[in-house]
């Protein structure tokens, strides 16, 4: 029998990756996802007999506990997104972020899976030379990781579900984020030709979409195996620091130049090296390079009509 998939938030910038991931493996996939940017991503899934959309809210209680009834497995993906978009609205960060996530889990069963996106800059700011790992102290140093570290937590007390602490994401999706830091970067490169670097020293951890969808399923697959535990989602060889990364990017983008100012601060003061050494010894190992995203941004960004495709 085929399982039943519901993925809140499935037309965003995973989901609409993740979606297809999983019909592609014959998962009967139930997209729920208010289309707050008016993307229209899922269009091609349409022919699917397998393949359900419905326009609507996980803050609907109503809604979501009859779609939970439904379905095998629930992936929610649904969140106000980044430090910078959960400041903007906090009330809606609260409600999206914290409230329907507790809500949800009330009404799910034993029986059920879950597969829950958290973030790896719940780790705040590491201790120089040294990895984090699914041991190190969570020190969440914004609104939106402090709300992710939450429902983590309570995610995880449930016993049978598993959380995938994701490192930043890159790479081209069908609902583009391009505020994301690799995208960004990319963008800027291309189009302004310069990057100013504020604290360019602060070392972060990378992940293609693409690979995050292939986690996701992974997960499904090795569920027994899994369910728990948290796991660390990166791409091992890019623990780089914001100056590494443009100069990454300069190989591709020969006319970018680097500049360094100490004027300014992040407002983003994450600086962690992070160890994928527990989901990699499952079995599971990212695919696509930094590189690989670098040189699918550049020629994705010949097609996008940049200004909508932002979270803030």
């Known amino acids: 029998m085929t399982e039943k998939v519901l993925v809140t938030g499935g037309a965003g910038y995973i989901g609409s990756v993740l ?3 999983l019909l592609n493996y014959d998962l009967s996939v139930t ?3 208010n289309l707050a940017y008016n993307q229209i991503t899922l269009l091609d899934l349409c022919i699917d007999s397998n393949f359900t959309f419905i326009n609507g809210d996980i803050s609907d209680k109503f809604l979501m506990r009859k779609l939970l009834s439904q ?3 629930v992936i929610p993906l649904a969140a106000i997104v980044g430090a910078p978009a959960c400041s903007k609205n906090p009330l809606l960060a609260k409600s999206i972020n914290k409230d329907a ?3 949800m889990l009330k009404h799910l069963s034993k029986d059920q899976k879950v597969l829950y996106p958290t973030t790896n800059s719940g780790y705040g700011i590491g201790e120089k030379g040294k990895y984090c790992d699914e041991e190190s102290p969570l020190r969440p140093i914004s609104e939106y990781a402090r709300s992710k570290v939450e429902i983590e937590d309570a995610v995880l007390q449930t016993g049978n579900a598993i959380t995938f602490r994701l490192a930043t994401v890159f ?3 069908p609902r583009m984020r391009m505020d994301l830091l690799v995208n960004d970067f990319v963008y800027r490169g291309l189009t302004d030709e310069y990057i100013v670097l504020y604290e360019g020293e602060f070392r972060r951890n990378y992940v293609h979409v693409r690979d995050v969808a292939s986690a996701f399923l992974f997960g499904i697959v090795h569920y027994e195996k899994m369910k728990g535990e948290p796991y660390n989602t990166g791409l091992s060889s890019a623990n780089l620091t914001k100056r590494e990364l443009c100069e990454k990017i300069k190989e591709y983008i020969n006319h970018l130049d680097i500049f360094s100012s100490d004027t300014g601060k992040d407002p983003d003061q994450r600086d962690y090296l ?3 050494e527990k989901l990699e010894s499952m079995g599971w190992s990212a695919k696509y390079s930094l590189d690989d995203g670098i040189k699918e941004l550049i020629k994705g960004y010949q097609l996008l009509r ?6 803030v």
């Open 19 to 21: 979606t297809q991931s």
């Open 31 to 33: 997209v729920l996802d």
């Open 71 to 73: 379905h095998d497995i």
């Open 101 to 103: 996530p507790m809500y």
């Open 171 to 173: 790479g081209m999706s």
């Open 274 to 276: 992070v160890s994928n």
């Open 306 to 311: 940049p200004k909508i495709y932002s979270n």
